[in-house]
């Protein structure tokens, strides 16, 4: 069955970095737009980067550009999300999605990430 696992979170200082992957299985990744989406508590859950099929795109939000990085290695099932220069405003459950057109979309269980001193 479609899993995609999300590993990396944790809690880290302002200014400190994490990454965050997401491994999937069960359909065909290297066909498929990947994205993080994060939701803070009694917040709504809101786009923060994507990545194309073949990585040659990337698009961010303007809260994380210049911090944040998504990347992907398609021989490995994988995307990431290298986070620098973290904020308390970052802190969220952060969700990988994969979509491709004509074709159901997938998420998975997510990650909790907490910046705090």
């Known amino acids: 069955q479609v899993q995609l696992v999300e590993s990396g979170g944790g809690l880290v200082q302002p200014g400190g970095s994490l990454r965050l992957s997401c491994a999937a299985s069960?359909?065909?990744?290297?066909?498929?737009?990947m994205s993080w989406y994060r939701q803070a508590p009694g917040g709504e859950r809101e786009l923060v980067a994507a990545?194309?099929?073949?990585?040659?795109?990337?698009k961010y939000a303007d809260s994380v550009k210049g911090r944040f990085t998504i990347s992907r290695d398609n021989a490995k099932n994988t995307v990431y999300l290298q986070m620098n220069s973290l904020k308390p405003d970052d802190t969220a459950v952060y969700y990988c999605?994969?979509?491709?057109?004509?074709?159901?979309?997938?998420w998975g269980q997510g990650t909790q990430v907490t910046v705090s001193s």
């Open positions: 999605y994969a979509a491709r057109l004509l074709h159901p979309d997938y």
């Open positions: 990545i194309s099929s073949t990585g040659g795109s990337t």
């Open positions: 069960g359909f065909l990744f290297s066909t498929h737009a």
